[in-house]
């Protein structure tokens, strides 16, 4: 098992007190601690218990919002529920292909993240939400899809992609958004040697056409059954 899976088993368990040989002498095990990938990029640990035992942040130092405390705690909110979602981090990059993934947080509905892998003219897309709310505790899985993607539909994606300038310098990276914001829409992208982040808030997304048309677009062809308007 990976370093960064064994992080993903860690989020998911209680680690147990273990009985040393002695029989009325407790063995207490020492904070586990799974290292970050190697790499350009720094993260931040999360913590997982009050034991201290930490994971990395699925997110890069700096790459959610202007590096502290508050992105920190961002960072690692997400990460939870990317990990309630069954979302694997994309670290360490892919090798080949390419990955764009959304992560659309509502304080008034379930956590959703879609995921479209590329590799040349095939693809893949997953979609998934949990019964959580907001970046409160996160939820139990309640739906998830995947299904192959189409050559036409492959096209489509990466022509919305193209529109969005999602690979375009991105601005600098503005301030956490409060917790208590309607709608956020956390954008990544992955391949070989290049990652990009993208933070929106609903006004900011609904000024950003291409961003925009992209949530749209990814939600619709995961095929998830999502309650409500998209925002």
Not at 33 to 42: F, N, S
Not at 140 to 155: D, F, I, Q
Request: overall charge negative; charged content about 15%; hydrophobic content about 45%.
């Amino acid at each position: 098992m990976t370093a960064r899976g064994l992080g993903r088993t860690l989020l998911r368990l209680v680690l147990f007190a273990l009985l040393a040989g002695c029989a009325h002498q407790s063995y207490e095990p020492a904070p586990a601690h799974v290292q970050p990938p190697a790499g350009q990029w720094t993260f931040a640990d999360c913590e997982l218990a009050d034991d201290g035992s930490t994971v990395p942040s699925d997110f890069p130092r700096g790459s959610l919002a202007p590096p502290g405390a508050p992105e920190h705690a961002f960072g690692c909110a997400l990460s939870a529920q990317l990990a309630a979602l069954g979302e694997p981090a994309l670290f360490p990059l892919p090798p080949s292909g390419e990955v764009t993934r959304v992560l659309w947080i509502r304080s008034g509905g379930h956590p959703v993240s879609v995921r479209f892998e590329r590799q040349a003219s095939a693809g893949q897309i997953r979609g998934a939400q949990t019964a959580g709310k907001g970046l409160a505790a996160p939820g139990e899985l309640l739906e998830e899809t995947s299904n192959p993607v189409s050559a036409e539909e492959v096209t489509t994606l990466l022509t919305r992609i193209e529109a969005a300038r999602l690979w375009a310098p991105a601005p600098p990276a503005a301030a956490v958004p409060p917790a208590d914001t309607a709608s956020i829409w956390v954008f990544e992208a992955a391949r070989a040697g290049g990652y990009q982040t993208r933070v929106f808030q609903r006004e900011t997304l609904a000024r950003d056409a291409g961003f925009n048309a992209l949530a749209r677009a990814l939600v619709a062809a995961s095929g998830l059954h999502v309650e409500g308007a998209v925002y």
